[in-house]
């Protein structure tokens, strides 16, 4: 490709709405344009990227032995009547009516519309197993779409679903999708792991994530330096505390402690370590009737240390509050007699149910709110003052240093993007929407489904986050939108440029090297300014007076200096440098 | 591929609603499956069919200098309200409002977006030409969706967008495009015609269909034998007539006709030749007010020959006709006093708006209806019984046997089915959208653009429609899904067999072959009828008796026979027929 025939757009300055560094830089090189809020034209630089990653994505799915159909955007409502998504979804679901008045969404995802395709094809449990793959634009009406290709509401996505007939033939599908995964996202050249995740809303109870390691990822991520344990800190599971509660050595007093209501203030206050102190959350439950309306609520108070964070699916998972909301200001006033920040379990005015957090249930001489303001209570202990506990679980999100749950050692915690996801489903699916088979038994029988997702068009933003420097983007040679950049400079005015660069350039396409001539007789300052901000891994530099003298001039993205070359030897380097 | 792992999904029955024979033949081929009316599933076998139109339309548009973007399906109202098709568009374009309650459009094509994408990328008229396609799912809310993937709602178009300085520069850009169609076209290996077209709704005034021919095509082609003319039957222009009109020779006379309504019953019972009738064709103008009330209709009077059909575009070209319609019967009975059958321009009871076909001006002594039910009159002539007609136009289709324009010989017609279309579009969009660059004189000029669509997945049922038996599909090389099959009977059972299939297998794959072995181990029968259906191009069938008898059979799609080869040749008979 030669840049006068391509289209080279850069910018100076990166849109105002731009939060996260992908969207500034992806905007300024041009390789995006937003169209309107989440919705981006997806300009030829970009687009580069993109083909990259489907391409190596068809690959190894393929590979793995997916096939690939193409499911429509437009998907008629009926088949998401028949598993409730029609109606459950919330608005992030685009619904819409054709000229007829009927009911059709677009795509976010595409298990309805596979499972009734799996109904009608796979007859028998001969034709298991089968996982069909597609890769197609799906919309997600997001209530705050931003972050460029990151959150959009359009996107491209690879959505894959096996097919299998049993438990055990489904874990080996599972196991294959997950080792074609590891495949594609080494191919890719960026940093990940696979960690274990909450499954969340789509259900089933095998699930792992693929997550871009990046500073700025939204997902904290849980490992274990020695081993391969990785987890979503919203799912990663806290050891049970390695000893037993000590005696208790100190007698129970309250203090006060003016203006601080936190834990952390308390303790500075008190000269204690901030894991001596116990913070108080009040959440709360609503049970309706038919027509929506609360007729009853109860309330929770949840005791964690004061060190720890609460992690809420964990605490959605304790019996009886799944769907559990934190408690108004008046509703803990009416239980507590107090405002919140000098809360406690001791002296409660009003019945609450208490849950423990199994790190607290083994404390000893805690300090505590004394639900009064201003004051706390030290030396706060169970059994002697306050029941022992009857709901002990586990309630807070890990943190580092805790003891990895392989034995492995200690912990450790890093920020990732989601950029795939394994699930095995179960038969959710497929009873709702009575999807079955016949079994080597003769009986009809429900498929075991597991759904795979890869964010295609999400993966070159977080690539970006994870690879970029204060000059632009630093693309893996896999996925950059050309693999070597020529850079020229005064093509125009010196013959000996224009024909050492076009000989470089014609070799190259010779061997397959996805190369761009920068042929616009740019001012050379803008010029390698505009490639930086691509981030085009390998770049040439010819010039008259390096010709003179016998050299040109090779740099990677990453390296800090050029290095000179002699011009018959450029073509060797490059090789040597992209592995040919 | 192995069919083991692939889906193979034929259907003895094709379903109830298909009406043509690519969708009836796509469906039980199992290529396609209908989710909803207009909307379907591209199925693996399918899919690899569209795979490979889209890699020869990319590569072709690639070679073009055309540069690849992906605009979005979901675009906001704004860019379609600044042209006024938000509002003009029918039904037929998805309107939709996001959660925000915000109007959004499902593309069917992309002026609007990829003009704003233009106004704000191409500055200077030194970026120009430019020339930016998509190949990207549409959606076109059809109100009677048929005839599988020839009428879809959603589908998949090729759509590309050039802009130019000039008018000049425009047509070389829409030359280059029409050039790059024709490689396309034949790259296919589909008869096909670039054809005249009207311009229809999108605006512009050069205009060229690519017409796949087809018995079943819904277009009628006029085409010269003898030359490169070709046009479709709305834009195909008539000839004036030869010669003058002769005398009067006969006398008129009003003469019973009872029941014989139609020009063709009143010739056979007058024994005159149907192109000595004329047929009276009545329209209608509506003229509204601001709230789109009626206040005032005109009806005008038709003359036609009577073997002759009237074209609609033309007629609507007539000054004051312009979304003229089909006049009631009541209408009728108001202005000539009697029912439809008997009508004619001589002795009206209420004026009306005559308009006269060129054929029509230059006849003597023709037939028409006397305006009285049973009646018609013979030998009527212009400037005796009526008064010489003052407004006379092309009204009609061309026939069979009509004088090509160019001079080259007479006009023969055939059916077609439009599968790409080449527009200039002038400055419609860009002036509409205000869309500028600085030109040469350092002014804002409009953009001169044009614009180029291909049915991507439109063409494989187009290919259908052209090649087919009653067998089945017969696809040509390009596109097939498969090039070769591989049918090894009895593999199950023979070792032998089962080497000599895996063998040729390999060796295929190893030349880069689309080569598929089906090792379902199906019944000869069955699995040779498949193949037949879905229309592998080249066949070679491998069974325990011929392998004793030192043979394998190979069969192209189109041979009546197998060609019986030692298996030792079989490698080098396919490389031959593939060209490879």
């Known amino acids: 490709m030669k840049a006068s025939q391509f289209l080279i757009s850069t910018l100076k300055e990166a849109p105002a709405d731009a939060e996260v560094v992908s969207h500034k830089l992806m905007t300024r090189a041009g390789m995006i344009k937003k169209l309107g809020a989440g919705i981006y034209n997806y300009m030829p630089m970009g687009l580069r990227v993109i083909r990259k990653v489907e391409a190596i994505v068809r690959e190894e799915m393929n590979r793995a032995g997916a096939i690939e159909v193409t499911m429509p955007v437009v998907q008629p409502a009926e088949l998401w009547q028949e598993t409730g998504r029609f109606e459950k979804m919330g608005p992030e679901l685009l619904r819409i009516q054709d000229r007829h008045g009927r009911d059709f969404v677009i795509q976010p995802t595409s298990e309805e519309v596979v499972t009734d395709i799996a109904r009608q094809e796979f007859k028998s449990y001969k034709q298991l197993p089968k996982n069909l793959y597609q890769i197609q634009t799906k919309f997600r009406d997001e209530r705050r779409p931003r972050f460029g290709l990151m959150r959009g509401r359009e996107f491209i996505m690879k959505d894959a679903y096996s097919f299998d007939k049993d438990r055990d033939s489904a874990q080996i599908s599972y196991q294959t999708m997950r080792e074609a995964y590891k495949r594609i996202f080494d191919r890719f050249g960026l940093q990940y792991r696979a960690v274990r995740a909450d499954s969340g809303a789509i259900g089933g109870d095998l699930s792992e994530e693929f997550q871009v390691i990046a500073s700025t990822g939204e997902d904290a991520i849980v490992y274990c330096p020695n081993s391969d344990y990785a987890a979503n800190i919203e799912k990663a599971e806290c050891l049970p505390p390695a000893g037993p509660r000590p005696a208790a050595t100190m007698a129970m007093e309250k203090v006060a402690t003016p203006g601080n209501s936190t834990c952390e203030a308390v303790a500075a206050q008190l000269g204690l370590p901030l894991s001596h102190t116990v913070k108080s959350l009040v959440l709360a439950t609503d049970e ?39 408690a108004t200001v008046g509703e803990i006033e009416a239980h507590f007699g107090c405002k919140p920040g000098y809360l406690g379990p001791i002296g409660l005015k009003q019945p609450v149910k208490l849950v423990v957090d199994r790190e607290v249930a083994v404390m000893a001489d805690w300090v505590c709110g004394a639900n009064e303001e201003d004051f706390h209570i030290t030396g706060v202990n169970f059994g002697r003052d306050l029941p022992e506990p009857t709901v002990v679980a586990d309630l807070r999100n890990v943190v580092a240093g805790d003891k990895s749950p392989d034995g492995a050692g200690e912990l450790a915690i890093e920020r990732g993007i989601e950029i795939g996801h394994v699930f095995y489903l179960g038969t959710k699916y497929s009873r709702a929407m009575n999807a079955t088979f016949l ?21 070159p933003a977080a690539a970006v986050e994870q690879n970029h420097d204060e000059r632009g983007m630093i693309w893996p040679d896999a996925i950059a939108p050309f693999t070597v950049v020529i850079c020229p400079i005064g093509m125009g005015r010196s013959e000996a440029v224009k024909a050492e660069a076009e000989k470089l350039y014609a070799e190259l396409l010779a061997l397959g090297v996805d190369v761009i001539l920068d042929d616009r007789d740019e001012r050379p300052g803008a010029m390698l300014a505009d490639w930086e901000l691509i981030g085009v891994p390998h770049r040439v530099v010819l010039g008259d007076r390096g010709l003179k003298e016998g050299v040109v001039e090779y740099q990677a993205r990453r390296d800090t200096e050029a290095t000179k070359i002699a011009p018959s030897d450029v073509l060797a380097h490059l090789k040597a440098k992209l592995g040919l």
Chains 1, 2 share one sequence.
């Open 439 to 459: 079994g080597d038994n003769g009986k009809p029988q429900h498929f075991e489904m597991g759904c795979y997702g890869i964010g295609v068009t999400r993966l």
């Open 288 to 326: 309706t009737n038919e027509a929506g309306e609360i007729v009853k609520t109860q309330v929770w108070l949840l005791l964690l240390r004061g060190d720890h964070e609460m992690n809420e699916i964990k605490v959605g998972k304790v019996e009886g509050l799944a769907g559990f909301r934190f």
